[in-house]
């Protein structure tokens, strides 16, 4: 199984600061790597799909990068809506695994 | 408009039985590979199982392997999962997801295994 391991655990920054989130992998998933964003008591919601691909209606400002065991994702300015928890997810290997999990919260 | 909504949650003894159902609607069901994910109270995200979009392939994670079935039916736009054997860490709530990338999720329902 390969496992995600995501950092920092929670990021605490202001409105309109940068925030980098990582995810490592026990072992490559080439670019089957995908980013989620969840506040309380909702859905998750795909932010980036492989790797690097924004899904439909997700801003600019977020971006995913990386490959093989190091992944990247990079919100250039926070919005408020964008304080929640993140989540990495690889689809290259069965079983499906998530990373545990990165909150980003208001400092 | 995609949609996707589950039912079929509630409250089940341990040991005990539910099925858990999933209607698609805003795309067409027959094409997509879905998924089942699943997230504990307070807890993160874990995958729970997967069927191809003909559903002749289909994958567990190891936690559920032998007690849930998943299944599909494209005539219906329906996802089900069924679950036997139920346990106290099966407590979550289940949501449905689109796509190998789950790109669209339902709002979840929530199983309770207590006594």
């Known amino acids: 199984e390969i496992v995600l391991t995501q950092s920092p655990a929670t990021l605490s920054l202001s409105p309109g600061e940068r925030a980098t989130l990582s995810c490592r992998a026990s072992?490559?998933?080439?670019?089957?790597l995908a980013w989620y964003q969840q506040k309380p008591g909702r859905a998750p919601r795909l932010l980036i799909y492989?790797?690097?691909n924004r899904a439909t209606g997700i801003p600019a400002r977020f971006s995913g990068s990386g490959s093989g065991t190091d992944f990247t994702l990079t919100i250039s300015s926070l919005e408020p809506e964008d304080f929640a928890v993140y989540y990495c997810?690889?689809?290259?290997?069965?079983?499906?695994?998530f990373g545990q999990g990165t909150k980003v919260e208001i400092k | 408009e995609v949609q996707l909504v589950e039912s079929g949650g509630g409250l089940v003894q341990p040991g005990g039985s539910l099925r858990l159902s999933c209607v698609a609607s805003?795309?067409?069901?027959?094409?997509?590979?879905m998924n089942w994910v699943r997230q504990a109270p307070g807890k993160g995200l874990e995958w729970v199982s997967y069927i191809s979009s003909s559903g002749s392939t289909i994958y567990y994670a190891d936690s559920v392997k032998g007690r849930f079935t998943i299944s599909r039916d494209n005539a219906q736009n329906s996802l089900y999962l069924q679950m036997n054997s139920l346990r106290a860490e099966d407590t979550a709530v289940y949501y449905c997801?689109?796509?190998?990338?789950?790109?669209?999720w339902g709002q979840g329902t929530l199983v309770t295994v207590s006594s």
């Open positions: 492989d790797a690097s």
């Open positions: 997801a689109r796509g190998s990338s789950s790109r669209d």
């Open positions: 072992q490559s998933v080439s670019s089957y």
């Open positions: 805003g795309f067409t069901f027959s094409t997509y590979e």
């Open positions: 997810q690889q689809r290259s290997n069965w079983p499906r695994t």
